[in-house]
């Protein structure tokens, strides 16, 4: 992060200097005291700039159709573009193992931040590792909270994200599609209500549990407690299903909570760009739908691009690539007023 030098007078440079390390160069020194305040973030953290995800999103931002198809055209290691129509498979593979063999040179491997890149994954991988790493029965509580926080780290991995809530490249009908798809595939037991590994967001604060919009949990089986060991009946345990949120406190907390109590989730195999705000993702997809609506703007694609960490793709149909040019190369005009 570095801060905007327009405005900032000599005391503010000396401030800076003083207090955060910071050595800013030219100082206009006549600003006003609103431009003390300003400061400008010139750094991302979650991917290089340099990066295709990078130029990508600079591209989309600046609304240039030109930079943002030469970068497509350069084919970086980091982007992958899936086409759904040439493809009808293609959803499918990006859903259980993030289309992996579509980013270019993939098998080479990655560096991003002077650390080696793992490779893109989709929902299988958080699937099986919740099969492979499940507490031996009798397994301390500490140990199924362990357990949890694997599953949801390994579930942030990858997400799929979606411009709209309604047609086959919505929310609503892409996380049917992906349920069947992982009950038919044999990673999960259902494709309906509650079942192991079903990802759930919360949409309405509830203060009581604790949970607030925006929340995510996976759905897990774990023992009956009835004391540290689970309750046995003709020696087999029982389990119940509980959902598993991350505690949010800064104390890496695992939350558990009966599904019964829950009264204002959805399932998450896709989510919408709006809902992802202020989250991150290893690998996020972003299917745009194949007509343009008012909610399709430059910004929200923008915003799904930089959810991405290391890998990003981009699914559309023929109609979705003209609704991308669309969207990146008209103006975004806003209309504002003040009531008296």
């Known amino acids: 992060r570095r801060a905007d030098l327009d405005g900032y007078t000599a005391a503010t440079r000396d401030w800076l200097q003083r207090v955060a390390g910071e050595t800013v160069v030219a100082v206009a020194g006549a600003g006003l005291p609103l431009d003390q305040a300003i400061v400008k973030l010139r750094v991302s953290h979650r991917f290089d700039t340099?990066?295709?995800?990078?130029?990508?999103?600079?591209?989309?931002?600046?609304?240039?159709?030109?930079?943002?198809?030469?970068?497509?055209?350069?084919?970086?290691?980091?982007?992958?573009?899936?086409?759904?129509?040439?493809?009808?498979?293609?959803?499918?593979?990006?859903?259980?193992?993030?289309?992996?063999?579509?980013?270019?040179?993939?098998?080479?491997?990655?560096?991003?931040?002077?650390q080696p890149a793992a490779a893109p994954v989709g929902y299988r991988h958080y699937l099986g590792l919740l099969r492979a790493s499940r507490p031996r029965v009798g397994a301390g509580a500490e140990a199924w909270d362990d357990w949890a926080r694997a599953v949801l780290a390994a579930h942030g991995q990858f997400q799929l994200l979606?411009?709209?809530?309604?047609?086959?490249?919505?929310?609503?009908?892409?996380?049917?599609?992906?349920?069947?798809?992982?009950?038919?595939?044999?990673?999960?037991?259902?494709?309906?209500?509650?079942?192991?590994?079903?990802?759930?967001?919360?949409?309405?604060?509830?203060?009581?549990?604790g949970l607030m919009n925006g929340d995510v949990g996976i759905t897990l089986e774990v023992p009956r407690r009835g004391g540290a060991e689970p309750a046995v009946t003709g020696g087999i345990p029982q389990t119940l299903l509980r959902v598993a949120f991350a505690t949010g406190d800064g104390s890496n907390g695992i939350h558990w909570v009966l599904p019964s109590r829950?009264?204002?989730?959805?399932?998450?195999?896709?989510?919408?760009?709006?809902?992802?705000?202020?989250?991150?993702?290893t690998h996020a997809a972003l299917v745009?739908?194949?007509?343009?609506?008012?909610?399709?703007?430059?910004?929200?694609?923008?915003?799904?691009?930089?959810?991405?960490?290391?890998?990003?793709?981009l699914a559309t149909s023929d109609a979705g690539r003209g609704v991308l040019d669309l969207v990146v190369g008209r103006q975004v005009e806003r209309t504002g007023g003040m009531l008296g």
């Open 288 to 313: 745009l739908p194949d007509v343009a609506s008012r909610v399709l703007t430059r910004e929200l694609v923008y915003t799904g691009i930089t959810r991405a960490r290391h890998w990003f793709t």
């Open 162 to 209: 979606c411009a709209v809530r309604q047609g086959p490249h919505g929310v609503e009908g892409l996380n049917q599609r992906i349920a069947d798809l992982l009950c038919r595939e044999g990673l999960t037991t259902a494709a309906q209500g509650w079942y192991e590994g079903r990802p759930v967001m919360v949409t309405r604060n509830d203060y009581a549990l």
């Open 262 to 281: 829950l009264q204002a989730v959805e399932t998450v195999f896709a989510m919408t760009v709006h809902k992802s705000q202020g989250s991150e993702f």
């Open 50 to 114: 340099d990066s295709g995800i990078g130029r990508l999103a600079d591209a989309v931002n600046a609304g240039q159709m030109g930079k943002l198809r030469e970068v497509l055209q350069q084919a970086p290691p980091d982007l992958a573009r899936l086409d759904l129509v040439a493809d009808s498979q293609a959803l499918d593979r990006l859903a259980l193992d993030g289309a992996s063999g579509a980013f270019p040179g993939q098998g080479q491997g990655r560096i991003v931040h002077g």
